[in-house]
């Protein structure tokens, strides 16, 4: 039995050259090809032929499949290579691989989520610069020439073409020292000078928190760094008061921490507040029961606090008289590291993106 398969390659050919996307030429696939296609149409019918002509019928027929196939693959050659860059071959069935997205780093994700709380408070947000004046860091903040942090060993000084910059020692009057605290510059050492600023620009009432990093040449380690973030907030109005601070506060660790969080507030002393306070949370890792983290005290130090001292308030230009304020301040990766567990700020700036990709 000799059957002439020509016309049928030659229909097969033509039609396989005429497709010009990848749904067609699947199509053409499927018609000669296919479970139900033209050559196993063909096939079926080989148990009806005399087994001295099946040899030749399936021979001719295993040509047609070749040449069906062959037609097939170059054409699906032709149409990747027209989809590739300076004709070089794109294999698009090989699996994608996913882009790395970026993402905001841990502690600009808790910065965001503090201010954002203190927002829904009705605070406003308010930076300020990272190089300040001495007055502003220091003298308008109450702190006198002789405390110790304005040591030299204590703050990043900075020396301007201007003017030579040094640290003035203890005992010693500012006169002596060259170019005034007003034109002194040095890397902020907290965000407190933001609240002199930001009381110059935004007349009471007020309520701003000032987020940004702060400068000190600590040595680095588990739980110190010489760059870190805080959070300052204040707030003024004619009659604030201590309960508003504490209520202000207690909103905020509820929201951030826990709805159950407990706050502990304990007297201390800052020169820029007055009364002052250290405010503690009840641990939220053992819920105040005592563990590692809380050093089996229940309780974990996260911000400082206090009303805002009258030198402060005139300082930035309100009346001490009719106005006051209540002012707090935290560290972020304080804050971070109660609320994900995290034991070494170094993990913060080391850039192991293991670490990162957590968060």
Not at 5 to 33: F, G, P, T
Not at 95 to 104: T, Y
Not at 207 to 219: F, I, K, T
Not at 226 to 232: D, R, V
Request: with cysteine; aromatic share 8%.
């Amino acid at each position: 039995m000799s059957i002439d398969y020509s016309h049928i390659a030659q229909e097969a050919k033509s039609l396989i050259e005429a497709v010009s996307d990848r749904k067609s030429l699947e199509e053409a696939r499927i018609k000669y090809l296919g479970r139900k296609g033209v050559l196993q149409e063909f096939m079926s019918k080989i148990p009806e032929i005399s087994p001295e002509q099946r040899r030749a019928y399936g021979a001719g027929l295993n040509d047609l499949k070749n040449s069906i196939s062959g037609w097939l693959d170059e054409k699906e050659r032709a149409m990747l290579a027209s989809l590739s860059q300076d004709g070089a071959y794109i294999d698009l069935s090989l699996p994608g691989k996913k882009p790395l997205l970026g993402r905001r780093h841990p502690l600009m994700q808790v910065e965001a989520e503090i201010c954002g709380i203190f927002q829904k408070l009705g605070f406003k947000v308010f930076e300020g610069p990272e190089i300040e004046t001495e007055h502003n860091n220091f003298e308008a903040l109450n702190i006198p020439l002789e405390h110790p942090s304005r040591d030299a060993f204590d703050t990043f000084y900075i020396k301007s073409p201007q003017s030579t910059v040094h640290s003035p020692q203890k005992n010693e009057k500012s006169e002596n020292h060259g170019p005034s605290t007003m034109d002194r510059r040095l890397l902020r050492s907290h965000t407190s000078p933001s609240q002199i600023r930001a009381m110059k620009v935004a007349k009471p009432p007020m309520a701003v928190v000032m987020p940004g990093r702060v400068y000190r040449p600590d040595a680095v380690d588990a739980s110190h760094s010489f760059m870190f973030h805080q959070i300052e907030g204040i707030a003024i109005d004619e009659n604030m008061r201590f309960s508003d601070l504490k209520g202000v506060l207690i909103a905020f660790a509820r929201e951030m921490f826990d709805k159950n969080a407990r706050l502990r507030f304990r007297p201390s002393f800052f020169p820029f507040t007055e009364p002052s306070a250290e405010v503690d949370v009840s641990c939220i890792i053992c819920s105040g029961k005592g563990c590692s983290v809380c050093k089996k005290s229940g309780w974990v130090e996260i911000l400082g606090c206090g009303m805002i001292h009258p030198h402060v308030l005139k300082s930035g230009g309100c009346d001490a008289k009719k106005w006051r304020g209540l002012a707090f301040g935290m560290g972020v990766e304080r804050v971070a590291m109660l609320k994900y567990g995290i034991n070494d700020i170094r993990l913060f700036f080391e850039n192991d993106v293991r670490f990162l990709e957590q968060f």
